[in-house]
């Protein structure tokens, strides 16, 4: 079992950055994969990049490439979430979760939520025009 909470979110205007945090407590955090995601209302909830136990393998979403970076820390039991640029149509809220497969199972496997074993509360992002 793995409990994570997610931090950061907030209201900035187009162009700015934001970086979220995504605390994960319990079990070896570098045994999990861990994936952000995001929804918009009346919308479904979208990949938005993961990030393999070791940290070597990311992957994204093509709407955020270039803009927004994942990264880890095994050592603080941490994953982050670097937005640039952003736009109002990155508005959303945000959710970190982790997967316990013990094999990377390809990019693909993970770009879908069902996938993911722990998910936290997401975080409110609100980019203004």
């Known amino acids: 079992q793995v409990h994570v909470v997610e931090s950061g979110g907030g209201l900035v205007q187009a162009g700015g950055s934001l970086r979220l945090s995504c605390a994960a407590s319990?079990?070896?955090?570098?045994?999990?994969?861990m994936g952000w995601f995001r929804q918009a209302p009346g919308k479904e909830r979208e990949f938005v990049a993961h990030?393999?136990?070791?940290?070597?393998?990311?992957y994204y979403a093509g709407s955020v490439k270039g803009r927004f970076t994942i990264s880890r820390d095994n050592a603080k039991n941490t994953a982050h979430l670097q937005m640039n640029s952003l736009k109002p149509e990155d508005t959303a809220v945000y959710y970190c979760?982790?997967?316990?497969?013990?094999?990377?199972?390809?990019?693909?496997?993970?770009?879908?939520?069902?996938?993911?074993?722990?998910w936290g509360q997401g975080t409110q992002v609100t980019v203004s025009s």
């Open positions: 990030i393999s136990g070791s940290g070597g393998t990311t």
């Open positions: 319990g079990r070896t955090f570098g045994n999990y994969l």
């Open positions: 979760a982790a997967d316990d497969t013990p094999y990377y199972s390809g990019p693909g496997y993970y770009t879908l939520p069902k996938n993911y074993g722990y």
